[in-house]
Nanobody
Framework: QVQLVESGGGLVQPGGSLRLSCAFSGSIFSVNAMGWYRQAPGKQRELVASIISGSSTNYADSVKGRFTISRDNAKNTMYLQMNSLKPEDTAVYYC??????????????WGQGTQVTVSS
């Protein structure tokens, strides 16, 4: 079983910055994908940023140049640095970690979600 704990959300003014963290632990042989998703009220969950195969990063067009996804392998933690925040970035942000157990079973694991509100 894998546990994900998110932190770092909150209220910020437009133009401000926040850094989200996602610490993961449990029976993990390897990590094959990591990402951040968000869901605004009345909208579908969307992919914001991802790390595939350990190093290849991808971003939604709406956040390119403003958000940066990264990971610290020693700490089993993933981050999302969000700069130049806009009101339209307001959403609940979820981290996702795809893992493989020592028994070779693949799983998709979600964090509990953290609220990000961008407002003056």
């Amino acid at each position: 079983q894998v546990q994900l704990v998110e932190s770092g959300g909150g209220l910020v003014q437009p133009g401000g910055s926040l850094r989200l963290s996602c610490a993961f632990s449990g029976s993990i042989f390897s990590v094959n994908a990591m990402g951040w998703y968000r869901q605004a009220p009345g909208k579908q969950r969307e992919l914001v940023a991802s790390i595939i195969s350990g190093s290849s990063t991808n971003y939604a067009d709406s956040v390119k140049g403003r958000f940066t996804i990264s990971r610290d392998n020693a700490k089993n933690t993933m981050y999302l640095q969000m700069n130049s925040l806009k009101p339209e970035d307001t959403a609940v942000y979820y981290c996702y970690v795809g893992t493989v157990t020592y028994g070779g079973i693949g799983n998709g694991n979600w964090g509990q979600g953290t609220q990000v509100t961008v407002s003056s």
